[in-house]
């Protein structure tokens, strides 16, 4: 019994680190994203969860050795560095790059000019669910799950409210509230260190956090939540205070 109680702590303290990751993750390339949406129109929710999916958060090998973080192979018109990596088959051929960025601007580059995916420009921007099972039809990848993947990735994180407009102006906001949350220690660099619920009525947005997640925390419905706080969307920032009272 002791050590299936060890067990279980175990792999809820792996899930929580990795949840940890994917946090952090999306706090460090989601302006890259919606960077590179502006500019080729790919959902930026739909570019994060590839990147969190393909890279791991960004702790596969590809992601730290090679700067890679969609799994982009070598091509016969790729002239850039590469990086050996085990696949499909042993010791395949991955591009490399010099900074993550340029793996972003590569993916972007190489969905909008192949001319397989060109039916996905199709689709509405805000479309991710459209995008995922196209990016699966396109030939992107050969997990007959991939879409699902995706879409459960944008809709645990909220990843999709990065495809809306206004999303500079949001991710500002958030990076004003993350530092004055970290300057009063209510979050540490990368995760919730307090998640403080004041005087029995509020709750402080931490890192990770959503509307469907408080309100399943505060057993209240999304609906009730938003009528309390005149919300239209469900969009929440890091550091705001929303009441569930």
């Known amino acids: 019994m002791r050590k299936n109680i060890i067990a279980i702590l175990?792999?809820?303290?792996?899930?929580?680190?990795?949840?940890?990751?994917?946090?952090?993750?999306?706090?460090?390339?989601?302006?890259?994203a919606v960077k590179e949406m502006r500019k080729y129109g790919i959902p930026a929710s739909i570019t994060l969860a590839q990147g969190i999916l393909e890279s791991g958060s960004g702790n596969s090998r590809l992601a730290k050795k090679g700067r890679n973080h969609f799994g982009i192979?070598?091509?016969?018109?790729?002239?850039?560095?590469?990086?050996?990596?085990?696949?499909?088959?042993?010791?395949?051929?991955?591009?490399?790059?010099?900074?993550?960025k340029h793996s972003y601007r590569d993916h972007s580059e190489f969905i909008a000019t192949k001319k397989r995916y060109q039916f996905l420009f199709e689709y509405d921007k805000r479309d991710y669910k459209s995008w995922a099972n196209g990016l699966k039809k396109a030939g992107y990848a050969t997990n007959p799950n991939y879409p699902t993947l995706l879409i459960n990735l944008i809709e645990k994180y909220d990843l999709e409210k990065y495809d809306k407009r206004g999303a500079r102006r949001m991710i500002r906001k958030e990076d004003r509230a993350y530092k004055e949350?970290?300057?009063?220690?209510?979050?540490?660099?990368?995760?919730?260190?307090?998640?403080?619920?004041e005087n029995g009525k509020y709750h402080t947005v931490v890192s990770g956090d959503t509307m469907y997640s408080i309100s399943k925390k505060y057993n209240k419905s999304v609906e009730v939540i938003k009528s309390l706080n005149k919300k239209t969307s469900n969009d929440v920032y890091i550091g705001e205070k929303i009441r569930i009272e």
């Open 181 to 197: 949350s970290k300057s009063s220690n209510t979050i540490d660099s990368t995760v919730t260190v307090k998640n403080s619920v």
């Open 73 to 100: 192979k070598c091509t016969s018109d790729w002239n850039g560095r590469t990086i050996r990596e085990d696949d499909d088959k042993k010791d395949e051929c991955f591009r490399r790059y010099r900074r993550a």
């Open 10 to 32: 175990l792999i809820l303290i792996s899930l929580h680190s990795i949840a940890d990751d994917t946090q952090e993750y999306i706090r460090k390339y989601r302006k890259i």
